[in-house]
């Protein structure tokens, strides 16, 4: 049981540039979901998943792009990364959508210059 | 990682002593509440959660405490040891997927 698996764990990106960060989880959970942790700041809701091809936008979606084709993975896509974007991006999955907390991701460093 | 730690409120505790980390939540029709380690370059982990119909919960060395009336959790830690220096943070339910995060505390640990 890997739990909930992220990659990569650092990226540098150039304005403009397009990435996808990748997010797998072998627990069958039905909710996942991408926030992104900023100095001073709580975790910001990206996007989430209900279940395989069910995705919505959270507090802070624009720039960002999720698919959920599957169960097990949930890729976040920057469309055309910004300075603004430089962030820590955690995925995290939970068995609900509430009432059972989530199993997080260990993160993605991703600095846009 | 550390840069999220940059401009938390830190509680320092010497080794042995028990630690009090507080929380004031924003939403009074949050029913759920969980408390989350976050250890450097690592995601925040699960340690305790309590609903509303409770005003404590204990689990191994950690106890959470929920007051309603002030909108306040508090996560006790007993004998705080090495190990339990990091960002600790709470997040509260206010129904469905949409927890709201606290901003967090550093929990240093001296020897």
């Known amino acids: 049981n890997a739990g909930v698996t992220q990659t990569p764990k650092f990226q540098v990106l150039k304005t403009g540039q397009s990435m996808t960060l990748q997010c797998a989880q072998d627990m069958n959970h039905e909710y996942m979901s991408w926030y992104r942790q900023d100095p001073g700041m709580g975790l910001r809701l990206i996007h989430y998943?209900?279940?395989?091809?069910?995705?919505d936008q959270g507090e802070v979606p624009n720039g960002y792009n999720v698919s959920r084709s599957t169960t097990e993975d949930f890729p976040l896509r920057l469309l055309s990364a910004a300075p603004s974007q430089t962030s820590v991006y955690f995925c995290?999955?939970?068995?609900?959508?509430?009432?059972?907390?989530?199993?997080f991701g260990s993160g993605t460093r991703l600095t846009v210059v | 990682g550390e840069s999220v730690g940059l401009h938390l409120p830190t509680l320092s505790v010497q080794e042995g002593d028990n630690s009090i980390i507080n929380c004031a939540y924003s939403?009074?029709?949050?029913?759920?509440f969980i408390w989350y380690k976050q250890e450097s370059g690592k995601g925040p982990q699960f340690i305790i959660d309590?609903?509303?119909?409770?005003d404590k919960r204990q689990g191994q060395r950690v106890t959470v405490l929920l007051n309603k009336t002030v909108k306040h959790l508090s996560l006790q830690i007993a004998a705080t040891q090495p190990g339990d220096s990091a960002v600790y943070f709470c997040?509260?339910?206010?129904?469905?997927?949409?927890?709201?995060f606290g901003t967090g505390t550093r929990l240093k640990v001296l020897a």
């Open positions: 309590i609903r509303s119909n409770m």
């Open positions: 939403n009074s029709a949050s029913d759920y």
């Open positions: 995290a999955s939970s068995y609900n959508t509430g009432g059972s907390g989530y199993t």
């Open positions: 997040a509260e339910n206010p129904g469905t997927y949409k927890y709201i």
């Open positions: 998943s209900v279940g395989a091809g069910i995705t």
